[in-house]
């Protein structure tokens, strides 16, 4: 047999020692969440990790299966934890509180924070700007013309951004609550950031679509929303815009098409004078119909019986 390179040998022996620490890591969360198989020996993982990390040594065709069946058992006993969540949320300076925010996990909550705070910021400046144009809109125009233009040009623009900063600000508060679960459970997974960050960009665009689709009608009874309120409610469910577009689209359908996919409606007899004849005519082939759909399943389930016996 030939010899294994050295190179080879090495890039191995840290595959299986990652792959090793990785079905480490699943078993100690399952013994202490009280959800280890019994097919799992922690002595013989132990043993693997003493011959394998400690001694350098190579691990045998048998304990390389063993640690196969151990990945597989217990990521289906775990799911939706997985060993990529836990090494993304593991603590490895137990020491320290703090270390908690140097994994993926913390970083992302961090980034989270202050991308709200930031969100929060803008939100609270222009309704401080808002409040001030109001109150101050006739003393500008009646010393600067030209300076109130300007300020209500800035206005115009806050007043439609608005919607969009509640949208962004709704959709990291559903993030933050989603990261909250995901790291009480372990169940951060960092492959996911892409599609968080999507989430984000489509509750920011929700926010301010929302406001641009709803028309305030009814009447004075019905309760009123705010374009803010509005736009924080399309950010924290991007579900809710998706509807309201489903049922704009469907309104917009033209007659015709409506027409054709739907089913025709059921015959109803007409209470008239000739509603007793007709009545007499439909019983009448009904019983036809019946006197001939009758002989037909009688020899099928003869031809059965016989075959069967």
């Not at 043993?47 to 400690?54: D, F, L, P």
């Not at 949320?89 to 994994?103: A, G, Q």
């Amino acid at each position: 047999m030939d010899k294994v390179p050295p190179q080879l040998e090495a890039q191995h022996v840290t595959s299986l020692s990652g792959f090793l620490q990785d079905v480490l890591r699943l078993a100690v969360y399952a013994v202490e969440s009280g959800n280890l198989p019994d097919k799992i020996q922690m002595d013989e993982l132990y043993r693997m990790w003493e011959v394998k990390i400690t001694k350098q040594e190579m691990l045998t065709d048998d304990d390389i299966s063993y640690l196969q069946n151990c990945y597989q058992i217990l990521s289906l006993r775990l799911a939706p934890t997985t060993a990529i969540s836990l090494r993304a949320t593991e603590n490895r300076h137990s020491h320290s509180d703090l270390s908690h925010m140097n994994t993926a996990a913390g970083r992302h909550v961090r980034n989270l924070w202050v991308f709200s705070f930031t969100v929060l910021a803008f939100i609270v400046f222009t309704n401080i700007y808002q409040y001030m144009f109001h109150t101050d809109a006739a003393n500008i125009a009646r010393i600067d013309t030209e300076a109130f233009n300007i300020a209500n040009y800035i206005y115009t623009f806050n007043n439609n951004l608005i919607p969009f900063l509640y949208g962004a600000f709704g959709a990291c508060i559903f993030m933050l609550r989603q990261a909250e679960e995901q790291l009480r459970e372990r169940t951060f997974d960092p492959r996911r950031l892409p599609e968080q960050r999507n989430r984000l960009v489509l509750g920011t665009l929700s926010g301010g679509v929302i406001v641009l689709l709803y028309s305030s009608g009814g009447s004075e009874a019905n309760v009123k929303i705010t374009e803010a309120a509005l736009g924080f409610i399309g950010g924290y469910s991007i579900d809710l815009l998706f509807s309201l577009l489903d049922r704009i689209v469907n309104t917009l359908k033209p007659a015709e098409e409506s027409t054709q996919n739907t089913p025709p409606p059921p015959f109803i007899a007409n209470h008239n004078t000739h509603a007793g004849k007709k009545s007499g005519a439909e019983q009448n082939m009904r019983r036809r119909l019946g006197d001939k759909d009758t002989p037909q399943l009688v020899p099928v389930a003869n031809k059965e019986g016989d075959s069967m016996a």
